[in-house]
């Protein structure tokens, strides 16, 4: 059989989906169309309102504005492909192509990771040392927070995307996946993929291991602050702060840690062979969370609430 890479002139690769579920295919492009409009709308608004109201000019909802908008950029990647891989039988990328969105979609997580662990650390200013907080949270520290994030969570994604566009890649080419996801195409490679396992397990460490560990022992001193606090109105107060947060932490990390689990050995990953399961968990990561983020957010938030009852009123009056 001819080994076929990146240089070769094969034209790119086939992305089977859930071509072996003609009825959910159906099924899944109206769900996760209305889902991709709900993020777009979501989302958007997070990002108006906090740009809009100087009342939400404060680190807290500058990370949140900065989560919308990696949401919005996620979902963008790879929905688009989805929703036109259920229209057609067989729908093929070019390696570029897929290049480009291996890199999006782990940019956007590898992100959200630090992102989330930047909010852990506001959310312990703010309950913690309230007193230091404008010192400590000010515009020349959580915006370059922000940029390491984006920075860290981009490094990451080009190491890993080089690595996997180097290796040679055998047979039709087909992805057995919705999209051109990393592990995925990791599976079609012919040659040992040793330095890729590795060099997943250090970003595993990196970007799920230690943010999870920040976030945690933040949350232990943040409860212990919050149970030393007399009144039941202020320890409702103060964990309202954080709840949003830490149902959103829960979710993401929930699903990203069995999602980005280490690839299996080489002559497992020949079958291609993967559960319908191993599709969907990938789609709840980057359809359902995206859209229940904004939804979570703004949900207990009064602050956000009012900036869009405010944000609707001034269109009313405009229009």
Sequence with gaps: MEKANWSSPVEGFIILGLSAYPRLEKIFFVLILLMYLVILLGNG?????TILDFHLHTPMYFFLGNLSFLDICYTTSSVPLVLDGFLTSRKTISFSACAIQMFLSFAMAGTECVLLGMMA??????????????????????????????????TASVVHTSLTIQLPF???NIVNHLACELLAVLKLACTDISINVISMGVTNVIFLGVPVLFISVSYVFI??????????DGRKKAFSTCSAHFTVVVIFYGTLLFMYRKPKSKALLGDNKEDLSDKLIPLFYGVVIPMLNPIIYSLRNKDVKAAVRNLMTQKCFTC
């Design 223 to 232: 409860i212990a602050t919050i149970l030393r606090i007399p009144s039941a």
């Design 170 to 172: 055998c047979g039709d």
């Design 121 to 154: 650390f506001d959310r312990y200013v703010a309950i913690c040392n309230p007193l230091r907080y404008p010192v400590v949270m000010s515009k020349a520290a959580y915006v370059p927070m922000a940029v390491s994030s984006w920075a860290l969570g981009g």
């Design 45 to 49: 608004v997070l990002i108006l309102v």
